[in-house]
């Protein structure tokens, strides 16, 4: 029997997939308006719709990562460690007006034996601390808990974080 969720995130899937291919059909477009008139405004339009192009394929990735969690272990969220990458997600029920660091002792908590166990199914170790691989999404799911994107890559023989610099400044 399939997991109710399951539709709704091979839904989410095919959506993404579709704003891919949507977005590389309009940077087409004013690619070729760039060609035509190499002005600075359409270099900006042309890297406005760069961004545009690798949001959509950071949500087809995680919508990609969400169905093939839910397909292996059967579960909303988990980590996959597969062709040199780990990706998922955990839940984490976190308190109001918790300090930030027992905030993130819950979440290491949490994260650490199975990032281990990711890290170990590739044949590699961390190469940091288990915070550094996450990233908290907005809101909370259906039972009140905050979820955390975990993205990992192997570099050798260690897997090292591959959230941006940039996004996990956003969260503090």
């Given at each position: 029997?399939?997991?109710p ?18 977005i ?35 949500r ?7 169905v ?59 190469a ?45």
């Amino acid at each position: 029997m399939e997991h109710p969720d399951l539709a709704r995130l091979e839904a989410a899937l095919a959506e993404a997939r579709e704003g891919v291919a949507r977005i590389r059909a309009e940077n087409a477009k004013l690619a070729d308006a760039y060609r035509e008139d190499p002005s600075d405004s359409n270099r900006e339009i042309m890297k406005r719709g760069a961004a545009s192009l690798a949001a959509a394929r950071d949500r087809e990735a995680e919508a990609r990562a969400a169905v093939a969690v839910m397909k292996k272990t059967g579960e909303r969220h988990g980590l996959l460690a597969e062709e040199g990458r780990v990706a998922g997600s955990i839940a984490v029920l976190i308190p109001p007006g918790i300090s930030r660091e027992k905030r993130e002792e819950l979440i290491e908590a949490e994260l650490d034996t199975k990032l281990t166990d990711a890290a170990e199914a590739l044949g590699v170790v961390l190469a940091a601390a288990p915070m550094n691989y996450t990233k908290e999404k907005p809101g909370r799911d259906a039972e009140g808990r905050t979820v955390i994107e975990v993205a990992g890559r192997v570099e050798g023989d260690r897997l090292v974080p591959a959230v941006s610099r940039q996004s996990k400044s956003m969260r503090s």
